[in-house]
């Protein structure tokens, strides 16, 4: 007769780069329903940039990564057993209208999400030609965005993007 040991499990639900959807979503939800990220009195001390704050269990950071955004003088620092980032993912900060800071024929894939409203009319061939000189011959680029793909959408949305010319 076999005896099978059981393992306590450490965590009780998913704690991998598999279930980073959950823990986004969750954040969000959380943050509707209590409207808000917190229930202290920490307010002042965040606008001012006298605090530090640290997020135990911050998962992929998403709450970090909303205070930080919003108190830009403080300090957040987020831990967690698993890496924030995956090895494999790297963050540049630079901006397109610069000129994309890649060698030319570097990448398999470049996408581009919505910027029709960032993007002025008169921006999109540097920012394309942009986009083409750092793919590779015979790759891909793909833009998603909504000037792209309802052009004419109506008289609201057109006129948003002429004022951007």
């Given amino acids: 007769m076999d005896l099978e040991v ?16 959950r823990l986004h979503m969750f954040h969000f939800f959380q943050r509707y329903l209590f409207q ?4 202290s009195p920490i307010e002042e001390g965040l606008m ?4 530090k704050v640290l997020d135990i269990g911050c998962g992929p950071g998403t709450w970090l990564l909303d205070l930080a955004n ?9 831990l967690d057993n ?16 610069d000129g994309l800071p890649f060698p030319d024929d570097n990448f398999d894939f470049v996408h581009q999400g919505p910027m029709s409203f960032i993007i002025k009319a008169d921006q999109w061939n540097f920012i394309i030609s942009e986009m083409i000189r750092v793919t590779k011959p015979g ?3 793909e833009i998603l965005d909504i000037y792209f793909t309802l ?4 008289p609201i949305l057109s006129k948003i993007y002429e004022a951007r010319k």
């Avoid at 808000?36 to 229930?39: A, D, F, I, K």
């Avoid at 001012?48 to 605090?51: A, E, H, I, P, Q």
């Avoid at 698993?82 to 209208?97: E, Q, Y």
């Avoid at 052009?151 to 109506?154: E, M, P, Q, T, V």
């Fill in 48 to 51: 001012r940039g006298k605090y």
């Fill in 139 to 141: 790759r891909y680029v």
């Fill in 70 to 78: 919003k108190y830009e003088k403080s300090v957040f620092y987020g």
């Fill in 36 to 39: 808000g990220n917190y229930s």
């Fill in 82 to 97: 698993n890496s924030i980032k995956p090895s494999n993912l790297n963050f540049v900060k630079a901006d397109m209208f």
């Fill in 6 to 21: 059981e393992k306590e499990l450490k965590y009780y639900i998913p704690n991998n780069y598999e279930d980073i959807d």
């Fill in 151 to 154: 052009r004419g959408a109506g």
